[in-house]
């Protein structure tokens, strides 16, 4: 079992940032290939960033590429998502969820694959972004 514990979400005003933070434990966690999703109101999960085992290789919702960054520590067993310019259609619940799928191979290929909820094994609570203009 693994356990994804979020923290770091909050109440920002739109164009400011937050860093949320997924600690993991319970298995080794650098064979994890780690994702974030969020859910808005009323609206379906939806991807918006994950980082394979290394920390190199990274994919992104094309709805935050330039403005989120995710990142990984393996000795702290944590991942991160830096989150700059915040837009109001960034509210939501942020989660955590961790996949030991190992979608090697074409860039495009891994990026269909780890964007999908299905690949996630694990995931966390959330913990709640919210932008206010």
């Known amino acids: 079992q693994v356990q994804l514990v979020e923290s770091g979400g909050g109440l920002v005003q739109a164009g400011g940032s937050l860093r949320l933070s997924c600690a993991a434990s319970g298995r080794t966690f650098s064979r994890f290939v780690m994702g974030w999703f969020r859910q808005a109101p009323g609206k379906e999960r939806e991807f918006v960033a994950a980082i394979k085992w290394s920390g190199v290789t990274t994919y992104y919702a094309d709805s935050v590429k330039g403005r989120f960054t995710i990142s990984r520590d393996n000795a702290k067993n944590t991942v991160y998502l830096q989150m700059n310019s915040l837009k109001r259609e960034d509210t939501a619940v942020y989660y955590c969820?961790?996949?030991?799928?190992?979608?090697?191979?074409?860039?495009?290929?891994?990026?269909?694959?780890?964007?999908?909820?299905?690949?996630?094994?694990?995931w966390g609570q959330g913990t709640r972004v919210t932008v206010s203009s």
């Open positions: 969820a961790a996949s030991t799928v190992d979608a090697s191979g074409d860039y495009y290929y891994a990026f269909l694959t780890y964007h999908q909820p299905g690949p996630y094994d694990y």
